[in-house]
DNA sequence: CAGCATCCACGGAGATACTG
DNA sequence: CAGTATCTCCGTGGATGCTG
């Protein structure tokens, strides 16, 4: 989305980067248990799908939101996904978006 | 998107209530122009038609981001378009959001 | 001027089946 | 176990034309 003022661009690529049906909630798993395999990470999304869990991984990979760290060398293969070190800023705004959305959008 | 955990659902809330294309962008020119009308809004919004204007702004209606107020009894009628209480809280948040954005996403 | 009903196109979500 | 390649389907954005 363009512009004409000075913020609308970075909130927009935020809302953008959190825009997918499950980015938000993998996220929010990733930075309550740092270091989560595959597939804990998919038992605690429920209904997601292999190909939907891939694809929101790697989307917020792109964004340097997470990490991926590989163990073993040989399959079977393990992967560990922590937040990074810009994401982790964005917790605390995100609490404050959460009580606010909680407090002002839920109960009209 | 449902979440076991108790802050997904605010910021999720959150998240539906600017996702579509124009919203976010909207709610921030009326935020900077108190009581604008339909028209000087829509030229604000480059591109913008009537129609998704209009869905745009009965959306965050409905989540009474904003109010509307009829003026002129007859033919041409005008509105003014306001944020509201609660959606004044909201605005030092996004511009966190946005400063966070700028800051980490767009110069990765 | 402000707002709405309708129809269409496109992109992303999802199912399925497959690989290193 | 982790990740990928297609194909389908549906929701949302968008164009057009109409009304109080």
Redesign the interface.
């Known amino acids: 989305?363009?512009?004409?003022?000075k913020?609308?661009?970075?909130?927009?690529?935020?809302?953008d980067?959190?825009?997918g049906?499950?980015r938000?909630?993998i996220f929010?798993?990733i930075s309550?248990n740092d270091g989560i395999g595959f597939n804990k990470l998919r038992n605690?999304v429920?209904e997601i799908t292999n190909m939907m869990l891939i694809r929101s991984l790697n989307a917020l990979l792109l964004?340097?939101l997470i990490s991926k760290k590989l163990t073993g060398s040989k399959a079977p293969f393990h992967s560990e996904y922590h937040l990074t070190d810009?994401?982790r800023?964005?917790l605390p705004?995100?609490?404050?978006?959460?009580?606010?959305?909680?407090?002002?959008?839920?109960k009209?």
Request: aromatic share 10%.
């Open positions: 989305m363009q512009s004409t003022d913020w609308s661009c970075g909130i927009t690529k935020v809302l980067t959190f825009s049906k499950w938000l909630n929010w798993i309550q605690q429920p964004e340097n810009k994401s800023e964005l705004l995100l609490l404050e978006l959460n009580d606010w959305g909680n407090h002002s959008l839920l009209p």
